[in-house]
């Protein structure tokens, strides 16, 4: 039975290739500290696994997260040289391969989708190939592995090993994760915050605050209180679904859902969008705003988020009015 620890000791084994790539490039400025966060984030990967089934302490994975934040604060993580193709020969390879650069990426969401909606109907020695809830994680890691397959074979990128080689996607993705860096981290620690936060009740906090500050018996404030608080949230830990179980703890349920009897779904759906207004708006959702800007070597890494918070801000406003006259 496939489960999906397989997928995560996966993404630790790239993590750690990475890792073995980067110490082996004598001529990188951050070498030493750059291998060290990606390998140890690698092998907390391997790790977790003990620690989800008991058999390890969980207090060695804090310690590693502390490790890497003291190695990315000190910026002891940085950027190699980036040893890829010129502008010159991109434009050549576009010409010459066309719409057919498309069909890795296409491979993807295809076979994850396939294997969602397939897999948890095989059976083997009358025992379910994939382990309940497991379907979507398999797929995506099977859909990556068929894509790199079917990348190699229809691009067959130059190597000095025997073509095709592992050696350039590897060269390239470490040339894409270096020029996110510590951020591609941002959106796994921020949704544990959010777990932290539900945990520790600042929801039941917040909706303590929100019913001092809510006028009774005013239904558009309070609609505008759970649009606003959800944005607010996301603005500040970066992810809408680490802030909706605190905004729908202390003002969704028991105000909009339980004193003005609203409907929950098109509440916590629309309650949702609102979260994503605020992650246009932040820094905190690195993977949204401050990765493209990286990839694409913009001169400003916010200009995403500038060019965003028009359309964050009307979208917020929409919300707050749909959500008043569609869900009471």
Known sequence: MLTA???????????VAIAVHILRDTEHPRRLGSAAFWGLLGISFFYGTFVQSGQAPAWLLGIVVLVMVALAG???????KAGTTTP???????????????????????????????????????????????????GLGISAIVALVVAMRLLR????AAPPSLGVPLRESSRLLEAIGWAALLPQMLSTLGSLFTQAGVGKAVGTIAGWVLPEGSLLA????????????????????????????AVGWPVLVQTFGGAPAPIFAIGMLSGFCGT???????N?????????????????????????GLVLLVNMGVMYVVAF
Request: hydrophobic share 55%; aromatic share 10%; charged share 10%.
């Open 288 to 312: 949204f705003n401050l990765v493209p800007a990286a990839l694409l070597e913009m001169k400003d890494k916010y200009g995403p988020i500038k060019a965003q918070l028009p359309t964050a």
């Open 222 to 249: 309070a609609v505008a209180v759970y649009a606003i608080g959800m944005a607010a949230f996301t603005v500040i830990m970066g992810n809408a679904f680490a802030a909706f179980p605190i905004m729908t703890a």
């Open 88 to 138: 010159e020969e991109r434009t050549s390879l576009a010409e010459r391969f066309g719409n057919k650069l498309f069909v890795p990426a296409l491979v993807v969401p295809i076979v994850a989708v396939l294997i969602a909606l397939v897999g948890p109907l095989i059976s083997i020695g009358g025992e379910p190939l994939l382990a309940e809830g497991s379907a979507t994680l398999t």
């Open 280 to 286: 246009l708006a932040t820094p905190m959702a690195a």
């Open 5 to 15: 620890e397989w997928l995560y000791w996966l993404i630790g084994a790239f993590f």
């Open 157 to 160: 990128p130059p190597s000095p």
């Open 74 to 80: 000190f910026g002891r993580v940085g950027r190699g």
